[in-house]
């Protein structure tokens, strides 16, 4: 009973381990939080070099490009210090000014 306990508890530590590590990656990958009440998009940090949009062309390479047609308002980080071309363009529906959080 008591080496069950144990490797069952050895097992849920190694998982956890695990989950915090995926979650930490993640959160270094994040460029931008989106909140769907508000339809506020959070930029976080400067976006890829790679980014472009191209609406004749059909191509949105940015993080929020699922969420362009949606955003009202834009919210741009303290640290972010550069966005690619185009990077709000098309955004319809976007009614407030760029401001710094």
Not at 56 to 65: F, H, L
Request: glycine share 2%; hydrophobic share 45%.
């Amino acid at each position: 009973m008591k080496k069950t306990l144990a490797l069952a508890l050895a097992v849920l530590m190694v998982v956890a381990a695990f989950a915090l590590f995926a979650v930490n990656v993640s959160a270094d990958d994040e460029y931008f939080t989106y909140d769907e009440e508000t339809y506020t998009l959070y930029v976080l940090k400067d976006t890829p070099d790679s980014c472009t949009y191209n609406s004749s062309e059909g191509i949105d390479t940015y993080p929020w490009s699922e969420y362009r047609q949606d955003v009202v308002e834009v919210v741009v980080g303290d640290e972010v210090t550069k966005l690619g071309h185009a990077a709000f363009s098309s955004c319809a529906a976007l009614e407030k000014e760029l401001k710094a959080a």
